[in-house]
């Protein structure tokens, strides 16, 4: 079942479409960025801020997250359930 994973402030991508989460200080990496720039394929949604994890997707889409690739992965990894919880309880502080 696919479900929405948090990559940083309130965006969010499919866990079904999801191939890699890379950091982007590798040379393959900025260059894969720079196609998918040129290509249109690029998704930025670090809000501004620097860019610490890269997220390849299915369909040859590339997005940016401002988030360490460890904390994304540890939320792909996460039950559906703790994410959930968690929500709610920073809405209500």
């Keep these: ?3 929405l994973i948090n990559i940083g402030f309130g965006n969010a991508v499919s866990t079904d479409k999801v191939i ?3 950091s982007p200080v590798a040379a393959p990496v900025k260059r894969m960025v720079t196609r998918a720039k040129e290509s249109g394929t690029l998704v930025d949604a670090t809000q501004g801020r ?3 994890a890269v997220i390849v997707m299915e369909g040859e889409r590339i997005v940016l997250s401002a988030l ?3 904390t994304i992965t540890r939320r ?3 039950p ?3 994410q959930t ?3 709610i309880e ?3 502080e």
């Design 90 to 92: 920073t809405e209500d």
């Design 50 to 52: 620097k860019t610490k």
């Design 76 to 78: 792909f990894n996460e």
């Design 80 to 82: 559906a359930q703790i």
């Design 85 to 87: 919880e968690e929500r």
């Design 20 to 22: 890699a989460v890379v």
């Design 68 to 70: 360490q690739p460890e």
């Design 1 to 3: 079942m696919a479900r």
